[in-house]
């Protein structure tokens, strides 16, 4: 064992242990501040990745919405359904006008119980990645192969309670919708004469689709032509030999162009836009540049809550200088006697900078743990809730700035209680109480 | 310290507070190692001023103050500071202890400063506690008696093995029996470390333990060797 000595940072921790209330209230504040602000940083962060993910391998979002910013949002985010389809010979004369990796057409415009339902080919399972580099997985069953089959995503999966083999109707917009049986009271617009089986449910993906249900296209043109029949009053089944020309529409096409091996980025992209564009009747997005735009839009109303944080921290500064400052006044004997026996006015000014450095380094560290903890949960929550996957990581470099700022706090709010403990008059303050 | 050094030695001395009237003036004064004096005046004649520039603790106007060859007056900052840590002990009326450390931390910390090497801190400061009777080392210093505590603050003053020890009115709040009680610890302790003890007080009675009686006016006008 080796030799007990007294070092400056036992007098600094005994020092602080000595008013342990005080301490523990400004290392809770900073503590609190520093994880209000990582995790508001983090939120930014994971936000955006959470957004990201959805468009995946797409390289041109093509829909009839009004802009491109809300074919994104519809037709990626499921905010909507499309209001505006697009015609299958249309959706043909893009496909064939050049020579894409692959073009896939989607309908939406159904749900079930809520949850949004995609009509697509099985190149969406195939092709489209949700993530880019990362394809679909199925947690159990099957993609779909002949009509009248659905896939479910994982949050739908769960939010609805389905499972492979059950049989569900479809309500065209949004509303109430049944499982296999007679329809409900009160229900939707509901495709009853056509039931769909469940048979595969996919992995999380954490992207929006996760709470989508899938379908083969032509089964959902079906729906609708037997509603268009219903109309007209044809009685009977309506098959894929009643689909007219007009039954045949899509609400998007996801685009991939072509690119070269190990590289996803496509030297057409801008050429292939603008081509698009020229069309009037269509409107055509890069989902990466409409979610930066979405993300520049909020990005001011992130920056408020940032400058908050920042200013609830500067709050906690003050408050360790103020809990020192005033513990000055109880000390002046203590720092007193430690000059008598040799402390150099530098080392007593040391050791209170050392405290304040003290207090500010345990509050980020415990709020880094705090936001650590405060983000998994968070993650946890929105993945099981609403099927969001949120990286519960801090952000090393936000990390690192946050503590070092909060440690340079620390400093600066250390430099006047250390200033008036440099000043403490000696001789003046080892004289008996009166 | 030189073998032949004197414990301490002033020339000179001129000091004044500020805007202050009143001046401390010593011309000379010298003691040898390892002599006890003892320094006696009334109250507000300036013992504890000559104490406290002697320390170091205030800055002399003219003179020289040397301790164990070392002058005090010519250093500045943290030399002085170290000086002070290195060769001198001090011991007050109140003991200022350092509150919320153990007895053995107490005099730890006067070691800290010192030039001794930290691997023999801890011997060292047993070693003398055990020696001034205190059995309870680690326990703080605030649950310690009142004779206790001044027994630490006689170890702490003594701990970096000082050439000279100075007494502030050690005793001043004693009563005659804890008097003789305390200056017998202090001045063995001294005498047993052969450190020099230069010790105030305003108690007539206090001439007897010492060879060497010194009055505060006479030194100031130049009567002190």
């Known amino acids: ?434 | 310290m030189t073998a032949s050094a004197p414990a301490l030695a002033i020339r000179d001395l001129r000091f004044s507070y500020p805007a202050a009237s009143w001046a401390l003036s010593v011309p000379h004064f010298e003691m040898a190692a390892g002599e006890h004096v003892l320094l006696v005046g009334g109250s507000g004649r300036g013992k504890s001023t000559l104490l406290q520039v002697v320390a170091g603790l205030r800055d002399l106007g003219s003179g020289s103050v040397e301790v164990a060859g070392t002058r005090m007056d010519a250093l500045r900052g943290a030399a002085r500071d170290e000086a002070r840590g290195r060769s001198i002990g001090m011991i007050f009326q109140t003991f200022n202890l350092l509150h919320g450390f153990s007895a053995l931390e107490n005099v730890l910390a006067a070691l800290m400063f010192s030039s001794m090497p930290a691997a023999g801190h801890e011997q060292r400061a047993r070693t003398l506690l055990s020696t001034l009777g205190i059995a309870a080392a680690d326990a703080d210093v605030d649950r310690l008696s009142v004779g206790q505590q001044q027994r630490v603050a006689v170890a702490r003053a003594l701990a970096a093995r000082p050439a000279l020890v100075l007494a502030d009115e050690p005793t001043a709040s004693l009563d005659p029996e804890n008097t003789e009680t305390a200056m017998d610890l202090i001045q063995s302790a001294c005498r047993a470390e052969g450190a020099a003890l230069l010790c105030t007080s305003h108690d007539p009675a206090m001439r007897a333990r010492f060879a060497r009686v010194e009055s505060i006016d006479e030194m100031i006008h130049g009567g002190a060797r």
């Open chain 1, 1 to 434: 064992m080796s030799a007990r000595t007294l070092t400056d940072g036992q007098i600094v921790m005994r020092s602080l242990r000595a008013r342990p209330l005080s301490t523990w209230i400004t290392i809770s504040m900073v503590a609190t501040s520093v994880a209000l602000l990582l995790v508001l940083l983090g939120m930014r962060t994971a936000a955006r990745g959470a957004f990201d993910r959805g468009s995946g391998n797409i390289h041109l979002l093509v829909s009839a919405d009004p802009s491109p910013l809300v074919a994104v949002l519809n037709g990626i985010f499921y905010a909507n359904s499309p209001s505006k389809p697009i015609s299958w010979a249309k959706y043909q004369s893009i496909r064939s006008a050049f020579p894409y990796q692959w073009a896939i057409p989607t309908q939406q415009g159904d749900s079930y119980r809520g949850f949004p339902t995609m009509a697509t080919s099985a190149d969406f399972f195939g092709k489209f990645e949700p993530v880019a580099g990362e394809p679909w997985k199925l947690a159990s069953g099957r993609f779909f192969e002949r009509p009248f089959e659905i896939v479910l995503g994982a949050a739908a999966a769960k939010g609805s309670g389905l499972k492979l083999g059950q049989q569900v109707f479809l309500t065209h917009g949004s509303g109430a919708s049944r499982e296999g049986g007679e329809p409900e009271e009160h229900a939707g617009h509901e495709h009853g004469e056509y039931p769909f089986k469940v048979v595969g449910i996919l992995e999380p993906t954490g992207s929006a689709h996760d709470r989508a249900l899938f379908v083969d296209l032509e089964s959902s043109w079906i729906l609708h032509a037997h509603d268009r029949r219903e109309r007209a009053g044809i009685e009977g089944v309506t098959t894929s030999a009643d689909l007219e020309d007009d039954d045949r529409k899509v609400t998007g096409i996801l685009l991939r162009l072509p690119t070269r091996a190990g590289s996803d980025a496509s030297a057409a992209m801008q050429q292939q836009f603008d081509t698009l564009r020229r069309d009037t009747a269509i409107v055509v997005a890069q989902p990466a540049q409409q979610i930066q735009k979405l993300f520049e839009i909020v990005s001011n109303v992130d920056g408020i809550f940032i400058a908050m944080a920042v200013v609830v921290l500067i709050s906690s500064a003050l408050s360790t200088m103020l809990a020192l400052y005033n513990s000055m006044a109880a000390r002046t004997r203590q720092i007193a006697v430690l000059r008598v026996l040799g402390a150099s006015q530098g080392r007593v000014f040391g050791l209170v900078l050392t405290e304040s450095l003290v207090i500010t380094m345990s509050g980020a560290l415990a709020g880094i743990a705090l936001a650590l903890l405060g983000g998994i949960a968070a993650s946890a929550w929105l993945k099981a809730s609403i099927g969001l996957v949120i990286d519960p990581s801090l952000d090393p470099r936000s990390t690192v700035i946050v503590l070092g700022g909060t440690v340079a706090l620390g400093g600066l709010a250390g430099l006047l209680p250390a200033w008036r403990a440099y000043q403490v008059p000696v001789a003046d303050n080892l004289r008996p109480a009166a």
